[in-house]
């Protein structure tokens, strides 16, 4: 694996007569309501003896976060009309240009590389403190494990995305129950907020998954707020602003799918 941009796959296939056909089926570990298996025709000259690779360019899949999935098989067909599928076997996508720690408490396991386990053990206190206080407000609860990447900054966390945001400074890849935040020392209170934040997103798409339609992205941003603690400053100063001019988005507006109030909703 080349995290974050290829995961290569290669075989290499023997037979008495020439073989003439070779896929490589996959699917990705996600939540989701159909099964989706890819098929790849290999191109290769046909022989009695081959060695084929194959690479899932992330550029056009859009990515894989750290620590995701694949399940893959081969399907290799001989001139006899010889047929062999080979057993799935998975692969996960790690980020291997750093060297992770790990430390896991009740569904949240802890990844980082920078740091004593001191720093690790202050970001899961928080992260089981914002999943009680979710819980004890919302009865949410995580249903499955989550991975938490912690990162050493953020200039670090966009090179872990094929298209990283200039803003991105922490990320929920819900369907895969994994996120990645960049967090240096010294801005370990804002990783606290952000992770609270983050973490109530794994948790409200675990539990209101379904093939219809997602929760209300202001329902969404608003309990992840709530779940980070306190308004910081800055927003209650544009609370407090939007109400003295009665400037309020109404809920009607803001359940809108083409909400054009991306300055106001901040
Ligand atoms: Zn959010």
Redo the contacts with the bound molecule.
């Keep these: 694996a080349e995290f974050p941009s290829r995961l290569s796959f290669n075989l290499a296939a023997q037979s008495d007569v020439n073989i003439t056909d070779i896929r490589l089926c996959y699917t990705v570990d996600r939540a989701s309501f159909a099964q989706v298996t890819s098929e790849v025709y290999i191109e290769f000259a046909p022989d009695t003896t081959v060695d084929v690779s194959w690479a899932l360019e992330m550029v056009k899949i859009g990515g894989l976060p750290p620590g995701s999935s694949v399940d893959y098989w081969w399907v290799v067909e001989d001139a006899s009309g010889g047929r062999i599928e080979t057993a799935p076997s998975r692969v996960q996508f790690d980020d291997n240009r750093h060297s992770w720690h790990s430390l896991t408490e009740g569904e949240v396991t802890i990844y980082w590389y920078k740091g004593n386990d001191s720093f690790a053990r202050e970001i899961m206190l928080s992260a089981q403190q914002a999943l009680a206080r979710l819980a004890e407000d919302t009865g949410a609860e995580l249903e499955k494990p989550v991975k938490l990447y912690i990162y050493a900054s953020a200039q670090d966390l966009r090179g872990a995305m094929i298209y990283p945001q200039e803003w991105t400074g922490g990320v ?1 890849f819900t369907r895969y129950g994994i996120i990645a935040i960049g967090i240096a020392s010294d801005n370990l209170d804002w990783g606290k907020r952000a992770i609270a ?2 973490l ?2 794994l948790v409200i798409h675990q539990m209101t998954l379904n093939p219809y339609n997602d929760l209300p992205t202001w329902l ?2 608003g309990l ?2 709530h779940t980070e603690g306190a308004l910081e400053l800055g927003y209650t100063a544009y609370l407090n602003e939007a109400i003295a001019e009665g400037s309020l988005i109404s809920v009607r507006s803001l359940s809108s799918p083409f909400s054009a109030y991306t300055e106001q909703s901040l």
Aim: charge should be negative.
């Design positions: 929920a934040h983050e109530t997103h969404d941003e992840a707020m």
